[in-house]
């Protein structure tokens, strides 16, 4: 819409329809981004028996526990049943401790949101700390996003 001002000279404002459809488009792409929310899944691991004082990557079948190539988890649960397990990332080292978890019949830990990240190429490491062998199971729930899309999580 053009309007003339009594200076004489002419500004182009926009139309209510040109308005409209400026902020239809704004809606749409928000739509969009909110589709791509986290997916949330449930990981359940196999069944594994750890000697005493040992420890081995997590694995379900025969891929170790951890976000797919070019995925991020955010670890939002883990449940062990069976017995008393450390949880680490990669490796045991004790910078990579994060917590322990089980009990008989089983137990549960919670965490906050972005509070157990695994990134790309992150496995997560089980522990016994204790002297005789244990035997659990370990299901995860997670969220899992595309790299770059973490602030999602």
Same mark, same amino acid.
């Given at each position: 819409? !053009? !309007?003339? !001002?009594?200076? #004489?000279?002419? +500004?182009? !404002?926009?139309?209510?329809?040109?308005? #409209? *459809?400026?902020?239809?488009?704004? +809606?749409?792409?928000?739509?969009?981004?909110?589709?791509?929310?986290?997916?949330?899944? /449930?990981? =359940?691991?196999?069944?594994?028996?750890?000697?005493?004082?040992?420890?081995? /990557?997590?694995?379900? *079948?025969?891929?170790?526990?951890?976000?797919?190539? $070019?995925?991020?988890?955010?670890? =939002?649960? +883990?449940?062990? %049943?069976? $017995?008393?397990?450390? &949880?680490?990332?990669?490796?045991?080292?004790?910078?990579?401790?994060?917590?322990?978890?089980? *009990?008989?019949?089983? $137990?549960?830990?919670?965490? #906050?949101?972005?509070? &157990?990240? &695994?990134? %790309?190429?992150?496995?997560?490491? +089980? $522990? %016994?700390?204790?002297? %005789?062998?244990? /035997?659990?199971?370990?299901?995860?729930?997670?969220?899992?996003?595309?790299? #770059?899309?973490?602030?999602?999580?």
């Amino acid at each position: 819409m !053009i !309007i003339k !001002i009594e200076a #004489g000279r002419e +500004i182009d !404002i926009a139309t209510p329809d040109e308005v #409209g *459809g400026i902020v239809a488009e704004a +809606i749409s792409q928000r739509q969009q981004m909110l589709m791509r929310a986290p997916e949330f899944a /449930t990981v =359940r691991a196999s069944t594994v028996t750890l000697p005493g004082h040992s420890g081995r /990557t997590l694995m379900t *079948g025969t891929a170790p526990i951890g976000p797919r190539p $070019g995925r991020v988890w955010d670890v =939002r649960r +883990i449940s062990v %049943n069976g $017995g008393w397990v450390s &949880l680490h990332t990669d490796d045991a080292s004790p910078s990579s401790y994060v917590t322990q978890a089980g *009990g008989q019949p089983g $137990g549960l830990v919670q965490f #906050g949101r972005a509070s &157990l990240v &695994l990134r %790309n190429g992150q496995t997560l490491y +089980i $522990g %016994n700390p204790s002297v %005789n062998a244990v /035997t659990v199971t370990v299901s995860l729930a997670v969220a899992d996003v595309a790299v #770059g899309d973490e602030w999602r999580l």
